[in-house]
């Protein structure tokens, strides 16, 4: 028997339509939600599909993928006669494995009023499996005097501009469907499609406010607002695309409803939508766990971090050792030291859901794949190249904007100047580091000075680069208070720190 199809609270009318295996019915599976626009003088309903490529038949292509179809009947009703309809033969984009899923859109030119949508789906390879559903939709009625008006919001999975014209593509968006209106532990991004119509713009001034925020949902129907709304001021026209997107690395697992709000410039409520959501975020519980000294990390949780042997373990705490916060550093070095496995992997875990409370694993594994590359590139014979001090600094700050590279000053050792144009660890723009190498041990560079407020500024570092050049070449006659030395064609390094 074919499950109940669940209202959603949304305007948006949301069919998630799973099929068991009746003979009737079969084993086609899929969701359908109805989402309702205006184009010109006309509305247009959208039908967007998600299917199950697991409950279609797969068959191999000539190129070596897989492809699977489905044969969809969507026809439009009322008063029992039908005014609107399309058949035809949807196959699934060539894919590596078989039974992967896919999207398909289609939109449907409607006048107001009442109307019974029915689709009828079935697998060509096996027209035993099919599916046949149906709902009743309002199209139009808004009440009178209405001074704006809203599509349905839509929840998406992904979403850019693009100049392509497909099934996927509005407005100059992609826009991929989000199933189920449910959010997974890996998503870190909710998108937000919704159109504004006005239709005598003259009426609200140059721009008008549009707003949007989340409520929790309780089992119990209470809903809890979970932040401030966010108001963006766009300009008045008679229609506005509207594309968004909010970080949810932070949203607990949950139920959810995105609320959205236009308002005038005198923030009078004009028109509200909702739509509600699901999201799963088991990570940032774990990471919650941590921060409370919870013990028993559930192997699940680090699961990415369980196969690192103790040697594995330290090289990758030492690595962040550049990146944990100041009052951390002591706790970094005690779990360094710790033979405990599982102490480590707390430290690591506490540090990587820090990053990325959704997919800490995904953090460690770009994470790490910096520190090999400058560990390779700065190792000297004194320990892992991340320890140097361009290590450090390069972990730490990240990639400089410019790099002078001086080998060849006969009255200074080898030395190089970091440029970062902007430095928002500090707010100061033109931060510049010094490095020099006075042992000429290959790698061997250590940090002379520093125009950053949080590392060694050092005034007589011109004096120490240039230290063979004896007292005869420093400036001045006061040898104790002097910072710079004397110019002279070979002494470039004040004119790079300064000119760069």
Request: with cysteine; aromatic share 12%.
């Amino acid at each position: 028997m074919m499950r109940p199809i669940q209202q959603c609270l949304s305007l948006a009318l949301c069919l998630f339509l799973v099929v068991s295996g009746s003979p009737m019915f079969g084993q086609v599976q899929m969701q359908v939600d109805l989402v309702r626009f205006q184009a010109a003088d006309q509305h247009v309903l959208e039908v967007q599909m998600y299917f199950a490529g697991a409950s279609l038949t797969s068959t191999p292509t000539p190129d070596g993928q897989w492809r699977s179809s489905v044969d969809l009947l969507i026809y439009f009703s009322r008063d029992s006669q039908i005014v609107q309809y399309d058949h035809y033969l949807l196959h699934s984009p060539s894919q590596p494995q078989p039974g992967q899923d896919f999207v398909d859109v289609r939109r449907f030119a409607l006048p107001e009023g009442t109307f019974r949508v029915d689709l009828e789906a079935f697998d060509p390879m096996n027209t035993a499996d099919t599916l046949a559903i149906y709902r009743e939709i309002q199209i139009g009625s808004s009440p009178p005097g209405e001074a704006v008006h809203l599509s349905d919001p839509v929840l998406l999975a992904n979403a850019y501009a693009s100049k392509e014209t497909n099934s996927l593509t509005r407005n100059g968006f992609y826009m991929e469907p989000l199933p189920h209106r449910y959010y997974p532990r890996t998503a870190e991004l909710l998108y937000l499609y919704q159109e504004v119509y006005i239709a005598q713009p003259e009426t609200l001034g140059d721009t008008y406010r549009y707003a949007y925020f989340i409520e929790k949902l309780s089992g119990d129907q209470t809903v809890q607002r979970m932040q401030q709304a966010i108001t963006k001021t766009r300009k008045t026209r008679p229609f506005d695309p509207v594309l968004l997107q909010m970080d949810i690395r932070q949203l607990p697992s949950g139920n959810y409803r995105l609320v959205t709000e236009v308002r005038d410039q005198e923030l009078n409520l004009l028109n509200t939508t909702h739509v509600d959501f699901q999201r799963s975020n088991p990570y940032l519980q774990q990471e919650e766990a941590v921060a409370s000294s919870q013990p028993n990390l559930t192997e699940d949780a680090d699961s990415f971090l369980i196969a690192l042997n103790e040697e594995e373990l330290t090289y990758s705490l030492r690595s962040i050792a550049a990146r944990v916060a100041d009052k951390d550093v002591e706790v970094l070095n005690a779990a360094i030291k710790n033979p405990s496995l599982e102490a480590k992997r707390h430290m690591l875990f506490h540090f990587f859901t820090g990053m990325n409370a959704n997919r800490p694993d995904k953090a460690y594994e770009e994470y790490m794949e910096v520190v090999r590359k400058v560990d390779q590139k700065f190792r000297s014979g004194f320990g892992y190249g991340f320890e140097t001090d361009r290590g450090y600094i390069l972990m730490k700050y990240g990639q400089p904007n410019d790099i002078v590279t001086v080998e060849d000053e006969p009255h200074a050792p080898p030395y190089e100047i970091w440029i970062y144009d902007d430095f928002p660890y500090t707010g100061q723009r033109n931060v510049k580091f010094l490095f020099y190498n006075p042992n000429l041990t290959p790698n061997d560079f250590v940090l002379l000075h520093s125009t950053a407020r949080t590392e060694r500024q050092n005034p007589r570092w011109e004096i120490e680069l240039y230290e063979k050049a004896g007292a005869s070449g420093i400036s001045g006659t006061n040898i104790q208070d002097a910072t710079g030395v004397t110019d002279q064609f070979y002494r470039n390094a004040r004119r790079y720190f300064n000119d760069f």
